[in-house]
Nanobody, 115 residues
């Protein structure tokens, strides 16, 4: 059974930082691309960052230079380091993996950027 469990969200002031974690189980973690998505109230879900099994990364234009995705295959965990946070980064952040054509999502973690 594939499970994804996110952690690390919270309330932070503009300009602050947070690191999100997503722990995966039930898969051979190292062979799959992992993706962070976010969804703000009233908006569509958007891709934030993706890291492949070969450690190639892609980012949404809105977070380039501020967010960094990484993975630790020994810990079956993907991270999202978020720096210089802005109010518009406020959203529920979820991690995703596609296994055999099936999409799996974590429960999400709330990130709120506000003074």
């Amino acid at each position: 059974q594939v499970q994804l469990v996110e952690s690390g969200g919270g309330l932070v002031q503009p300009g602050g930082s947070l690191r999100l974690s997503c722990a995966a189980s039930g898969i051979i973690f190292s062979i799959y691309a992992m993706t962070w998505y976010r969804q703000a109230p009233g908006k569509q879900r958007e891709l934030v960052a993706r890291i492949t099994s070969g450690f190639s990364t892609t980012y949404a234009d809105s977070v380039k230079g501020r967010f960094t995705i990484s993975r630790d295959n020994a810990k079956n965990t993907v991270y999202l380091q978020m720096n210089t946070l802005k109010p518009e980064d406020t959203a529920v952040y979820s991690c995703h993996v596609a296994v055999g054509g099936i999409n799996y999502w974590g429960q999400g973690t709330q990130v709120t950027v506000s003074s």
